[in-house]
Structures are given as C-alpha cells and as structure tokens.
C-alpha cells in the first residue's frame, strides 16, 4: 500500500511540476502570483471535434427545424455544455440578445431555456451511453454537470431509470440482436 501511495504522490509532482504536500489542516491549492496572470483557456477545439457527431446526431434525432431561434440556441448549449458554462446568460449573450428578449422569443416558439437545455442533455445522453468507454462521470461532466449523481437524478426524471440501468439494457439488447443475427 505504501508503494502505491508514492507512486500517486510521484504523479502529483509531475502535473503540477513542483513536490506536492499532504496532511495539512484545510484542503487548498497554493499557487505562485505569477499563474494568476496566466490566461484561462476557455475552449478546446480538439473536444468540439470530438462531440461534433454526437451533437449532430442528436440534432438530427430531435428535428429542429434549421435556422430557428431554438436551433441557434441549441447550438450554443452544444458548444457551453462540457464546459459547464451553458446558461441563459451565456447563451443570451453570444446570441447578441439580452436573457429577457431570448425568454421572449422562445416563448413565441412555444418552448423555454430550461426545456431546451433538458432535451439537449436527454438526447446526448442517450448518445453517450451507447459508448462503453465513457464512464458516468465523463458522460456528467460533458452534459455540463459538476457531480455524477446530478446526472443520475435528471436521468432517473427523464427515462425513469438510472443511466447504468439503460446502459445495461441497451448492451442486453444489442448483444442479443448480434446472436440473433448468428443463429443462436
């Protein structure tokens, strides 16, 4: 057990280029004055690309109409999601209308922010789940949720099940259909 621990303390020391400590009294991050200059990076094209065909099957899965407010919206939601940063606010912004006027306009497309960030959650999730190397955690995380369990409960209010449950039983399916095809 103690050759496992240096190990990981060996790899804290690597990403963060400097001897990690532990067993002080609070949990907390030091950092030099100077990384506080450094500037955020807040998009990351090679993920864009990534998602992409997930984004785009789930569009297609949901037939919103192309060119429509709630497309636009759509799209931006796609783009903010993994980085958590998908809200009205933000969305609004980029969109170069203020929150009110974007609640506004939904409104007379007979759909709300809220409603629209669900559908696009829902839709992607069920995307993700079908890749096996995705764990719970990064499906949460590229839905645009701090904490695994957030994404089970919305999931659990969505389809009624867990996402491991639908998980399980679309791979029952799906291995069933492929002994079908062999004659089992």
């Known amino acids: 057990m103690l050759c496992s621990h240096a190990r990981i303390l060996k790899e804290f020391d690597r990403f963060y280029n400097c001897q990690v400590e532990f067993g002080a009294s609070t949990d907390?991050?030091?950092f030099a004055d100077d990384v506080l200059s450094l500037p955020l990076v807040t998009s990351d094209?090679?993920?864009?690309?990534?998602?992409?065909?997930?984004?785009?099957?789930?569009?297609?899965?949901?037939?919103?109409a192309a060119g429509s407010?709630?497309?636009?919206?759509?799209?931006?939601?796609?783009?903010?999601?993994?980085?958590?940063?998908?809200?009205?606010?933000?969305?609004?912004r980029a969109l170069g209308v203020s929150p009110r006027t974007l609640a506004r306009r939904l409104a007379e497309e007979g759909t709300n922010f809220g409603r629209l960030i669900d559908d696009v959650r829902r839709t992607l999730a069920l995307q993700y789940l079908k890749?096996?190397?995705?764990?719970?955690?990064?499906?949460?995380?590229?839905?645009?949720?701090?904490?695994?369990?957030?994404?089970?409960?919305?999931?659990?209010?969505?389809?009624?099940r867990t996402p491991?449950?639908?998980?399980?039983?679309?791979?029952?399916?799906?291995?069933?259909?492929?002994?079908?095809?062999?004659?089992?």
């Open 131 to 160: 890749e096996p190397n995705l764990t719970m955690a990064q499906i949460a995380w590229l839905l645009g949720y701090e904490r695994s369990e957030s994404f089970t409960h919305a999931f659990r209010r969505w389809a009624g």
């Open 164 to 184: 491991s449950q639908v998980r399980s039983a679309s791979h029952t399916e799906s291995v069933g259909a492929k002994m079908q095809n062999f004659g089992a």
């Open 69 to 92: 407010l709630r497309a636009s919206v759509e799209n931006e939601i796609y783009r903010l999601l993994p980085h958590g940063r998908a809200n009205v606010e933000t969305v609004a």
């Open 45 to 64: 094209r090679y993920l864009l690309e990534t998602l992409r065909p997930y984004c785009e099957e789930a569009a297609k899965a949901r037939e919103t």
């Open 28 to 30: 907390e991050l030091d």
